[in-house]
């Protein structure tokens, strides 16, 4: 049996509990949420699939070594202890990526040169060549993370950011980030199991995560690459195995609609849905939310209305008054969850949530709420056996603080201090013991699998992976969305929801 090695995924602030449950379900052993992130262990296998398979992650570090250091040349001598050899070599080549919280170490990027000195100085002095230095496209990634004066060394084994799915083409401003659409769409318990709804739907990035979330489908597709694939021990049948998996992926059965009232994000979130194979699930239309009307199925709305921060709304606070309007008279007997960042917004929404999670877009500290929209009194609604809350959700709200009264805007992270690289502080590593798990000694195989290929906006037909392809309308070909996929013949107007 493949011996397992400490493992570290990384999630915006609020989507800790959400990765964690992923990750269980996936296999992960000795999950354990901090800040920012989730740490667990694995072997290689799910090492690949969380990179390929979790909605939540932004990238999954290795860490390779755990020290102590108060000094810059601490820093350097820890790291030319390491043999590097098992890593690189004079052919390939690197690049460094720090994170400081410390007093004695202030600027991530003098540690990150100190980093790169103790490597190519061991180099230098085995071989007397080094290997290179490379910020755009570097074989092997690192990653240092420094807390005072516990430091933790990592193979990136990610690459880009996770959140950069593959299938968006096309762009509005400020467009909300996949990964947190993922995890706003996961919070709220929906897997496909009623329509989904998205009224200012943007670019489509909630319709399409909808989508794959509701057909178990990888987010990981659509990537070109992940960086483990240049690493030494790279198992290439290991993940072209994982890959062309669909077991897992399911039928769905219902439909997902977004609309805008600007024709142009219509546009580009129709391209994207097309580039995801999804057009057959998802319905993008032009439409004024002021014109909403009563879904004739069952269904969800998830949503991230404008918040008068990156992109400048006329009447900001009339907008979420509509919000309110339509879901009092247009969507009775449903639920409808709505991220925003003032209070006054959802003050004009003019309904009571029954949950508010804090969420963090960006560096704006948000929350993500819960209106329950039903016909009556609340006291006959509980009397039917109806509940506001599960005990999963009153943990949620309980984790975080709530908004404070009287405060135009949220306070902020540090504009400097990026979600995506941001401090694990409050998260005291766990330093497990491993011999040897078998990486490095292996040279990488040559050749490659087929990818996708999205360089080309027009043309959406993709190359193809034994058997996994899309059709030039953008639609799944060979397994038309999952396993058990029915061709959708018959479907419902969708223009009647408005």
Request: charged letters at 35%; one cysteine or more.
């Amino acid at each position: 049996m493949e011996q397992e090695f400490e493992l570290i995924a990384k999630t915006f602030m609020g989507l800790e509990p959400v990765l964690a449950q992923e990750l269980t379900e996936l296999g992960a052993n000795n999950v354990q949420t901090g800040r920012r992130m989730v740490s667990f262990t694995g072997n290689k296998e799910m090492m690949y699939r969380a990179n390929f398979q979790l909605h939540t992650a932004i990238r999954i570090l290795k860490p390779i070594a755990h020290f102590k250091a108060d000094t810059a040349d601490k820093v350097y001598d820890e790291i030319k202890k390491i043999d590097w050899t098992q890593y690189l070599d004079l052919k390939k080549s690197f690049s460094v990526d720090s994170v400081v919280f410390s007093e004695e170490f202030r600027h991530s990027k003098f540690v990150s040169y100190k980093v790169k000195d103790a490597i190519v100085d061991q180099f230098r002095e085995k071989f007397g060549k080094r290997p290179n230095i490379s910020v755009a496209n570097p074989d092997i990634r690192l990653n240092m993370h420094i807390a005072e004066d516990q430091c933790t060394l990592s193979l990136d084994s990610s690459g880009e950011s996770l959140h950069r799915r593959g299938y968006r083409q096309e762009s509005v401003e400020a467009p909300l980030n996949e990964v947190l659409a993922a995890g706003m769409i996961l919070m709220t318990g929906w897997r496909g199991e009623t329509d989904f709804v998205d009224p200012m739907c943007g670019s489509g990035t909630l319709p399409i995560e909808a989508a794959l979330i509701a057909h178990n489908m990888a987010p990981g597709l659509f990537r070109k690459e992940y960086a483990f694939e240049k690493w030494p021990d790279f198992d290439r049948d290991l993940f072209d195995q994982i890959y062309n998996d669909d077991s897992n992926e399911r039928e769905f059965t219902h439909h997902i609609y977004g609309y805008d009232i600007d024709l142009a994000a219509v546009t580009k979130a129709r391209l994207n849905v097309k580039a995801a194979g999804m057009t057959k699930c998802i319905t993008i239309e032009q439409a004024d939310i002021k014109n909403f009307k009563q879904p004739a199925e069952k269904a969800i709305m998830v949503t991230n209305p404008p918040y008068g921060e990156r992109i400048s709304t006329p009447d900001l606070l009339g907008t979420y008054r509509t919000i309110g309007e339509i879901l009092k008279h247009q969507f009775k007997e449903n639920d409808a969850w709505v991220l925003s960042y003032r209070e006054e917004c959802f003050d004009q929404i003019g309904l009571k949530p029954s949950i508010k999670i804090p969420l963090y877009n960006g560096s704006l500290e948000c929350e993500f709420r819960k209106y329950q929209i039903f016909d009556g009194k609340l006291k006959d609604f509980r009397s039917e056996g109806n509940i506001l809350k599960t005990e999963e959700e009153k943990r949620a709200m309980a984790d975080k603080h709530r908004f404070k009264k009287n405060r135009e805007f949220k306070k902020r992270i540090e504009e400097e201090d990026d979600n995506e690289e941001g401090d694990i502080r409050t998260f005291k590593f766990h330093k497990i013991s491993f011999k040897d798990s078998g990486d490095g000694g292996r040279e990488r195989r040559k050749g490659g699998r087929e990818r996708r290929d999205f360089d080309d906006h027009k043309d959406f037909s993709y190359d193809k992976r034994k058997g996994r392809n899309f059709d030039d309308n953008g639609d799944r070909g060979g397994r038309k969305g999952g396993k058990g996929y029915k061709d959708n013949k018959g479907k419902r107007d969708y223009r009647k929801t408005f």
